[in-house]
């Protein structure tokens, strides 16, 4: 079975910087990803990671630790557009015909002036 | 380039109803996923066509039921609706073919088709 957890809810400042975290327990592991999903919106791809280390594109950064079962979204600089809900998603084992993505219940960002 | 389109955006439906949602994908994709994403949630993976056969399904019963078309454009078909049934669904296409080169290739996702059951 699958077992993806993140945070529920995050407030932060604008200008500041929130680092959203991602832990998994997965049947298997093919990358993972990030997505950001406005209220009524489709879920955008930010993200992606297979390997371990840092990702850095702009403002957002993507981290992951494969034998921790770990991960997480740095978001520097907040802008107001960023209050959104982030989501956290593992792709399956591909070897094994698994190609779905199972995906963490999201984790929502207010960010404040 | 059109994104991920889907069809109806909002629909209403009463129990024991039947429903057929729509969905095109991205141009260049060759594979198209549903999920489920009930109000605070994340989206749970309904089925994965490719090549207008299920390759995949998640644990969603069989009243839930789909099919993918030769120009890769798909449908999802929901029988005897029940009240639980109520959620966002969505599409998100990808170019997954049959290797791994696609392991790498986000999922790209419509806006959905939001289902009220009453």
Redesign the interface.
């Given at each position: 079975g699958q077992n993806?957890d993140q945070p529920t809810e995050m407030t932060a400042t604008e200008g500041a910087i929130v680092q959203i975290n991602c832990t998994y327990q997965t049947s298997g592991f093919?990358?993972l990803?990030w997505?950001q999903q406005h209220a009524g919106?489709?879920?955008?791809?930010l993200s992606?990671n297979?390997l371990d280390g840092l990702e850095e594109k702009g403002r957002f950064s993507s981290f992951l630790s494969r034998s921790k079962g770990y991960s997480y979204l740095l978001l520097k600089e907040l802008q107001m557009k960023d209050s959104a809900s982030y989501?956290c998603?593992v792709?399956d084992d591909?070897?094994r015909?698994?190609?779905?993505?199972?995906?963490?219940?999201?984790t929502t960002v207010t960010v404040r002036a | 380039d059109a994104g991920v389109t889907q069809s109806p955006t909002h629909l209403i439906k009463t129990r024991g109803q039947q429903v057929t949602l729509r969905c095109s994908p991205k141009s260049g994709h060759d594979t198209v996923s549903w999920y489920q994403q009930a109000l605070g949630q994340g989206p749970q993976f309904i089925f994965q066509y490719y090549e207008e056969e299920e390759r995949q399904r998640g644990n969603f019963p069989d009243r839930f039921s789909g099919h993918q078309f030769p120009n890769y454009s798909s449908e999802l078909n929901v029988n005897a609706l029940l009240l639980g049934d109520s959620a966002l669904y969505l599409c998100a296409s990808s170019l997954e073919g049959q290797g791994i080169s696609g392991s790498n290739q986000p999922q790209h996702f419509g806006d959905g088709t939001r289902l009220s059951i009453l």
């Open positions: 993806i093919n990358g990803f997505y919106e489709a879920p955008t791809f992606y297979v989501l998603a792709r591909r070897a015909n698994d190609y779905k993505l199972s995906f963490g219940a999201g | -």
